[in-house]
């Protein structure tokens, strides 16, 4: 009995798999605010990550690693219905967010997501705040040393694409308008990646995006080309 009891829970072990990555926050590096315009005019776009939410309802924060952070510059400025669009400089495939991440020992994650669209940062004349929102593909999900149960992969599956977000708040009285970056200015930023909110590049959808992000890109190279 002791022995078939043992089977048992090796069996078990085999079968059971590590929690996945539901929801990944990002911020900018541990919450500390940035300064545009000080030592150079780019804008952090996504930042790194602070906290992974898994699938069995646990979490863990960010740790050890290497966690690189993408930047962009503003390309063109437009405003629609007193929105303002920012046109980040960032070309299609660029690489979004990347990491290799590890906690006190229990758990680690790892892998890097690409544009997949142009991305505008919106806000409205006058305000503080400022978002950019959309889809990004995860381009890879390699696991760590550490291997299962203490790698956690993404939710969603290499080649799809997930939604994200980030929140730019602006600080000490700025405001977003057409001169701002004209300036230096300090401001803090709040991301999300949804692992579970997801499109397939086989629906429309998501084949639709792809072709808009081809066409804008190409044109794009055309009228620098000219």
Request: glycine residues 10%; charged residues 15%.
């Amino acid at each position: 009995m002791k022995f078939l009891a043992g089977v048992l829970l090796l069996v078990g072990s085999l079968s059971s798999s590590a929690a996945v990555i539901n929801q990944m926050s990002t911020g900018s590096f541990g919450g500390y605010s940035q300064t545009y315009g000080q030592h150079n005019r780019t804008l952090m776009v996504l930042g790194q990550a602070d906290d992974y939410m898994l699938d069995d309802g646990s979490s863990w924060s960010s740790g050890a690693g290497w966690h690189p952070t993408q930047y962009a510059d503003v390309e063109s400025i437009f405003i629609e219905d007193n929105i303002i669009n920012y046109v980040l400089d960032m070309n299609v495939g660029s690489v979004l967010f990347q990491n290799t991440d590890y906690d006190s020992g229990q758990h680690s994650a790892q892998g890097v997501l690409t544009t997949v669209d142009q991305l505008i940062l919106q806000a409205e004349l006058g305000s503080t705040t400022a978002t950019i929102s959309g889809y990004a593909q995860i381009d890879s999900n390699d696991a760590t040393w550490y291997g299962e149960p203490r790698f956690n992969y993404y939710a969603a599956d290499v080649g799809e694409l997930v939604a994200f977000s980030v929140t730019y708040n602006l600080l000490n009285g700025f405001t977003w308008n057409e001169s701002i970056f004209n300036d230096q200015f300090r401001y803090n930023i709040n991301g999300m990646v949804d692992f579970t909110d997801t499109l397939s590049v086989s629906e429309p959808a998501g084949l639709l995006l792809f072709l808009s992000a081809a066409v804008g890109w190409l044109y794009r190279r055309r009228v620098t080309m000219a």
